[in-house]
């Protein structure tokens, strides 16, 4: 099952549309294939290099607001979407956990933490 969503930066300068698998959400991110991508505008982007490992991350260069990360040496690029910029991001339910050996301890359990409601 596909679904089509939308996102933007926060001021709106870069939007962008994909159609994603939503079983492929994970916390934190959910990967896309280039061809599902279509990007209007281009963000800035900031090349970080983790184990040999070249990753762009993309960013509104206005409001900075975080867009996706891509891997420099995958071909076809997948790109790894920032949650908080999809507007179907309550639909996106998390399928599995990534990278779980160097979580902080206290994060794979946080119902106890007390909740804010709002932020002022």
């Given at each position: 099952m596909r679904m089509?969503?939308?996102g933007s930066c926060h001021?709106?300068?870069?939007?962008?549309e994909a159609?994603?698998?939503?079983?492929?959400?994970?916390?934190c991110h959910c990967s896309v294939k280039?061809?599902?991508?279509?990007l209007r505008r281009q963000p800035k982007t900031y090349v970080k290099t983790a184990r040999s490992n070249r990753r762009a991350l993309a960013?509104?260069?206005?409001?900075g607001s975080a867009l996706y990360s891509t891997s420099l040496e995958d071909h076809p690029p997948l790109f790894n979407l920032r949650l908080g910029g999809i507007k179907q991001r309550a639909?996106?339910?998390p399928k599995s956990q990534g990278f779980c050996s160097s979580a902080m301890p206290w994060a794979m359990d946080i119902a106890d933490i007390p909740r804010i409601p709002e932020q002022s």
């Open positions: 089509k969503i939308e001021c709106g300068k870069i939007s962008y159609d994603i698998n939503p079983e492929y959400v994970v916390i280039a061809e599902n991508f279509q960013f509104c260069a206005d409001c639909q996106l339910v």
